[in-house]
């Protein structure tokens, strides 16, 4: 791109775009880095440089970007209508779509409620587990808390912080939120029972049955990523903890929210992580890979049981009054079918291959100087940094050394997003083992050279 026209659109951006997540003064003392296009699993910048995108443009893409079945599904789609509302009326992707993932998803789930992103599909559902319990056949209007994980993440509308538990994210705002019985998660790099994962029998999954058990009168419902905490780090739960959950969630009369927004759509392996532990939650929430990383859509998907307790004659006042303006948005919901088509037939049976490769980088990342841990579900991981490894102490957080990793790959040619000193991988699930080797080559090589320094601060 010209100088000039470049000039004007990083001044734009600065003056005008306040961007999620972003510690603007920091952001703003650099040149941003400004996409213009995509193929495949590159990025392309304004001036034609080219990243590979090794966290899937923020863990949603699926088949690369510019994909011509998907492209071509939303030129479909918009020859017929963008958008219309699903308020007391259909459209016809959303019906397709929503008969489609009953048909994938765990059995017993056979109703569909759209949103728009992970935030909203998990306050969908927190606030229909509330509503059930005042108008089910025996109502139980006392259960009105919640239990959630410790470093829980389910998005960033008021009622998901109130579950959540990312301190930096959360803390702010604990005036407004509810409160939320919190149990320990399955942090086996740092057991919070205080075990080894080798010879432990997941006795952080004891305490969790233990907690929803004391707690279960009052509870409506316990929310859970299935098979890794995302946000709070890339942590794998061990084989057996989330069908443990299961158990005592049905034993004791708790409804089961899988916030699947992260780990659905063949991110573990199988088009949802719930499938792997044959378990079937009250309430399934999903949205990132739902569109294949083109379009906000999200779900929230539930059974005739919970569904049931909201029927009535109007005046019984018995609607789930809940619904957003571009609800089952038909662009969203044709190309989710296109995703879903393609996952199905061509993606999900080379995955195999990927994550055993992935595993194989992961174990030589292991050997280098500051990594503490590394993390994998499927093609899903996290390389933990630390200063001390035989500790596990941890870099101070002003240094921001994960950030000045993914900093470092990215003048490689590749885009990373850290968790703190957490390197995350999560490239689109259709990347060839060539790229995946490559992908995993340039942070090989940033972390061998790694020389961790206080952040400079004439930066921020
Ligand atoms: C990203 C994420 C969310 C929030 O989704 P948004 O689309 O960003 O609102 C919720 N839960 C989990 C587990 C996530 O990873």
Redesign the pocket.
């Known amino acids: 791109m010209k100088t000039e026209a470049r000039a004007v659109l990083e001044q734009w951006d600065r003056d005008h775009v306040w961007h999620p997540f972003t510690p603007m003064q920091s952001y703003a003392a650099e040149p941003p880095l400004i996409i213009a296009r995509g193929h495949g699993c590159f990025l392309v910048d304004i001036d034609g440089r080219e990243y590979l995108d090794g966290v899937s443009s ?2 949603c893409n699926v088949h690369g970007h510019c994909q011509p079945e998907l492209d071509e599904a939303i030129r479909r789609q918009l020859e017929q209508v963008a958008h219309c509302t699903l308020l007391g009326q259909a459209n016809v992707p959303s019906i397709l779509l929503a008969r489609k993932l009953v048909e994938l998803a765990p059995p017993g789930l056979t109703r569909v409620f759209y949103s728009d ?6 306050e969908v559902a927190l606030k229909m587990a509330f509503q059930y319990w005042r108008q089910c056949a025996h109502p139980r209007p006392e259960k009105t808390r919640y239990l959630a994980l410790h470093g829980a ?4 509308t008021l009622g ?1 912080v109130s579950v959540g538990d990312i301190g930096r994210f959360h803390e702010l705002f604990a005036p407004l939120l509810f409160s939320t019985v919190r149990a320990p998660n399955h942090h086996c790099y740092r057991c919070p029972v205080g075990l080894e994962r080798s010879s432990c029998r997941i006795d952080c999954a004891d305490v969790l049955a233990n907690l929803v058990r004391e707690h279960a009168d009052s509870l409506a419902a316990v929310v859970i ?1 299935p098979l890794l905490q ?2 709070a780090g890339m942590i794998p739960a061990p084989a057996g903890y989330l069908k443990r959950l299961r158990e005592v969630t049905r034993e004791t009369g708790v409804l089961l929210i899988a ?5 659905g759509f063949g991110r573990t392996g199988s088009m949802f992580a719930c499938s792997q532990e044959e378990v079937t939650p009250d309430f399934l ?1 999903l ?2 890979g739902l569109t294949g990383g083109y379009l ?1 859509l ?1 779900a929230t998907l539930t059974t005739d049981e919970i569904y049931g307790a909201f029927l009535g004659r109007p005046e019984e006042g018995k609607t789930f009054f809940h619904g957003h303006t571009y609800t089952g948005n038909p662009l969203g919901a044709a190309v989710a079918l296109a995703n879903l088509e393609l996952l199905e037939n061509s993606v999900l049976a080379g995955l195999p291959e990927k994550i055993e490769r992935l595993r194989g980088h992961l174990e030589r990342m292991k050997e280098l100087p500051w990594v503490g841990d590394v993390r994998q579900q499927g093609m899903m991981a996290g390389v933990e940094l630390v200063q001390d490894q035989a500790s596990k102490r941890g870099f101070p957080s002003a240094w921001r050394v994960g950030q000045c990793v993914c900093r470092e790959a990215r003048d490689h040619g590749v885009l990373l997003r850290p968790l703190g000193d957490v390197i995350v991988l999560m490239p689109p699930l259709a990347i060839d083992l060539s790229l995946l080797d490559r992908l995993c080559d340039v942070l090989y090589n940033v972390l061998q050279h790694l020389a961790p320094e206080p952040d400079r601060p004439s930066k921020t």
């Open positions: 923020l863990w992103d992970g935030a909203t599909a998990v993440y389910h998005g960033d998901d990523e995302g946000a916030d699947e927004v992260a780990v929430c949205a990132k906000p999200a």
